[in-house]
């Protein structure tokens, strides 16, 4: 019997939902959507912000006709800490677990007992061969802000079953547990940060969040032409980084904070391969909002010197005939929510 799967991704600026039907691992589309966020959002601790954001997510079940109460949502990256532990030696799993506390103090800027500590073990030494080393993906969420989540989750009646950052659903909406799948690094472009993450035979071994998101894109373009923030935003969406449009003007613009993204994405790359040189990058993956922006693929593919291409989290996903060519257009936007109604249990 297929079981119903439901991701929600509340984002800053948008809240996006996808349904599953999953019949013996065959996950099959059933419904999917996305309306605007109320602002400040989940950002604010104010009672009735939260509320509007609980009637926004009421109203966006509705129209997709989602009438399953459990759901996987997402925690916004750039509150949650999330590191690779590497260089441990051979541990039992009670010295592992002092290890990655111990670890984890030296990352987490609050006290351990006010996080939830979750970790997954990518390599394991053993005794024999000193030169394998453990590697542990470490992810710890602040209490107070998953309460928050759950709170506002439960006023409208909805359970969540689980909890998980960004960047872990999008990494499963795009590479999944594919052993053949390249080296990749994922973009997440979200709309105040961009986070990153390797991933190699379906497990992610590097992660980084930069301060700069599709937001500061459009507040660039405000402040040098003058525009409201909603026309920024249009420029931006169709002029992006095209040279040849305007006079060059909208590229110059948006270029400086790519750069800084870009370089940023660099180092992570540079960090990855001088830990992993058997097992280089082979191609850049960008997903979120911010990746559907006019010459961005091209310009980034420049300046790595990779393949890069934009995020398909429906590759893997059976659905009608008649839809492939809508669901391309949003795509990337829909990685994350797509990853948490893939997650297993």
Not at 113 to 134: E, F, G, M, Y
Not at 246 to 263: C, M, Q, R, T
Not at 294 to 313: K, R, S
């Amino acid at each position: 019997m297929a079981r119903i799967s439901v991701g929600l991704d509340i984002g800053f600026s948008s809240i996006k939902v996808v349904a599953l039907s999953i019949d013996k691992n065959v996950p099959k589309l059933l419904s999917l959507g996305s309306i605007a966020s109320p602002q400040p959002g989940m950002a604010s601790d104010g009672v009735s912000d939260l509320e509007s954001v609980g009637i926004a997510i009421k109203k966006l079940f509705s129209a997709a006709r989602i009438s399953s109460k459990e759901v996987v949502v997402a925690l916004p990256e750039s509150k949650v800490f999330t590191r690779v532990i590497d260089e441990l030696p051979y541990l039992t799993n009670q010295e592992l677990d002092s290890a990655i506390r111990f670890a984890a103090e030296e990352f987490i800027p609050m006290p351990l007992t006010d996080v939830n500590l979750n970790w997954q073990i990518l390599s394991r030494a053993n005794q024999k061969d000193k030169n394998i080393k453990t590697v542990v993906f470490v992810v710890a969420s602040p209490k107070n802000l998953v309460n928050k989540y759950i709170k506002v989750l439960s006023n409208v009646g909805l359970r969540p079953q689980a909890l998980e950052t960004e960047i872990i659903a999008s990494t499963r909406a795009l590479v999944g547990n594919n052993p053949f799948s390249p080296t990749s690094l994922i973009i997440q472009m979200g709309a105040t940060t961009t986070d990153c993450a390797v991933t190699s035979k379906g497990m992610i071994w590097l992660t980084r969040s930069i301060s700069s998101g599709g937001l500061a894109l459009t507040r660039t373009l405000a402040q040098q032409f003058g525009f409201e923030i909603n026309q920024a935003e249009e420029y931006k969406k169709v002029y992006g980084l095209l040279e040849d449009q305007l006079e060059g003007k909208v590229y110059e613009a948006l270029k400086s904070i790519i750069d800084i993204i870009a370089s940023e994405a660099r180092r992570v790359i540079q960090a990855y391969q001088a830990k992993y040189p058997q097992n280089p990058i082979k191609r850049v993956v960008l997903s979120g909002g911010g990746a559907k922006m006019p010459g961005l693929v091209i310009y980034l593919a420049q300046n790595f010197g990779l393949e890069v291409q934009e995020a398909d989290p429906w590759y893997l996903i059976s659905k009608d005939k008649g839809l492939e060519q809508k669901l391309l257009k949003d795509a990337p936007l829909f990685s994350v929510a797509v990853g948490l109604a893939l997650r297993e249990g």
